[in-house]
């Protein structure tokens, strides 16, 4: 789909020389009138921070509260659940255990005051991993860092995601140390929770997660945990870009258990399915694409599969171009598309991680959201942009 020209033109900088572009109209996105059936959406959403606060690398994250939850808010006004406090939000990268709590918190209640659906990312970022002891006494502290901050979870009445840990990288020895670890978890719930298994793509700490660099391997350690505690389980997230891997692993599940793919390269494909099933989704990229995701979930409901997948693909390039390597910047490229699409004062990020991405490649994901519909408002985007590239020194 190419969006009607709006003649609101710039010039952006093409391969090391500088090329006049013309912006097409915003995408026909629709907000849905009733609740979206046909899959379980959310929307991993990023945090947006106190344009006046220090935010450098290794200083406390300043959140901008308003504009941070203003943002969940606009997921769930199409029809999308938030999940929050995920590696979207950096998690491991910027924003610390405190300024988590709170964003907890503060998303708990605006959920409820809206009836939004909301599911937040508990894992056990407070330990120091220095200090961290080895053997049985490591990962009973393991454990006990991953109750604290389920219980911060459950308390702000969200669904517990029980994200990947570095620590438990750091002290387990073997796939009987991860069981050990979620088998304690998962027998003091009292919600079904979403287990979440994260690429090394995404965080190269956590290489040889559920005991095995082997995909093979891990992914049966993976089946065992999930067999053996299924009443326990809403459903996994899978975060490694393999559609070839997901695919199996789905078909594998016990009935009941949901995959919610976390692959934002393959996910037009994985979500639409095929006769034998589909995925759900718990996507970074739904937190970039979230008019035209939501537009397509309410075709899926309507039963227009092939409209669908038609909308979500016309997302896919940038979603590839936001995701590619160094995968785990990801997050610079949604921050900057909030910027553009007027969420967010100023283009900043907690931890100074807008400086993640190039001029370059920023400036080709404001061309493919153009072309993908995906700037609301095309004279604010391109004003923006030309700050941005004059900012930058890249202009003709």
Not at 32 to 58: C, E, K, L, Y
């Amino acid at each position: 789909m190419t969006p009607t020209s709006t003649g609101v033109s710039l010039v952006l900088p093409v391969d090391g020389r500088f090329e006049p572009y013309v912006l097409g109209a915003p995408g026909a996105w629709t907000r849905p009138s009733r609740p979206i059936t046909s899959r379980v959406a959310f929307a991993a959403a990023h945090v947006i921070p106190r344009a006046d606060a220090d935010n450098t690398p290794g200083a406390p994250a300043a959140v901008d509260w308003d504009a941070t939850l203003a943002y969940r808010h606009e997921l769930w006004s199409y029809g999308l659940g938030v999940a929050d406090a995920m590696d979207t939000a950096q998690r491991g990268m910027g924003l610390d255990w405190q300024a988590t709590t709170e964003l907890i918190r503060r998303s708990g209640r605006e959920a409820a005051s809206v009836g939004g659906r909301l599911a937040c990312g508990a894992g056990t970022d407070q330990l120091d991993l220095a200090g961290l002891g080895t053997g049985s006494a490591g990962l009973d502290a393991i454990v006990d860092a991953y109750r604290e901050q389920i219980d911060v979870v459950s308390e702000a009445g969200a669904q517990v995601i029980l994200m990947a840990s570095r620590a438990l990288v750091q002290v387990a020895q073997s796939a009987a140390d991860y069981l050990y670890v979620y088998e304690k978890l998962l027998s003091g719930v009292d919600r079904p929770v979403i287990l979440h298994w994260l690429g090394t793509m995404f965080d190269p700490a956590l290489h040889g997660y559920w005991g095995s660099a082997d995909i093979d391997a891990a992914t049966e350690t993976f089946r065992a945990l999930i067999e053996n505690n299924r009443a326990k389980i809403d459903g996994v997230k899978v975060s490694l870009l393999d559609a070839e891997h997901e695919v199996a692993l789905r078909r594998a599940l016990p009935a009941g258990v949901r995959l919610y793919t976390g692959d934002d390269f393959n996910y037009p494909d994985l979500i639409v399915g095929d006769a034998q099933g589909h995925s759900d989704a718990l996507l970074g990229i739904f937190a970039a694409i979230y008019p035209a995701a939501s537009t397509a979930l309410q075709e899926l409901d309507n039963g227009n599969t092939a409209r669908a997948s038609e909308i979500l693909s016309s997302t896919q390039a940038l979603g590839r171009h936001i995701f590619a390597a160094p995968t785990y910047y990801y997050k610079t490229g949604i921050a900057f598309l909030s910027w553009l699409n007027g969420k967010q004062r100023g283009f900043s990020m907690v931890a100074g991680l807008s400086t993640g991405r190039s001029v370059p490649h920023l400036a080709e994901l404001f061309r493919l959201a153009d072309k993908a519909g995906l700037l609301s408002d095309p004279e604010l985007a391109a004003h923006r942009m030309r700050v941005y590239l004059e900012l930058n020194g890249a202009v003709s």
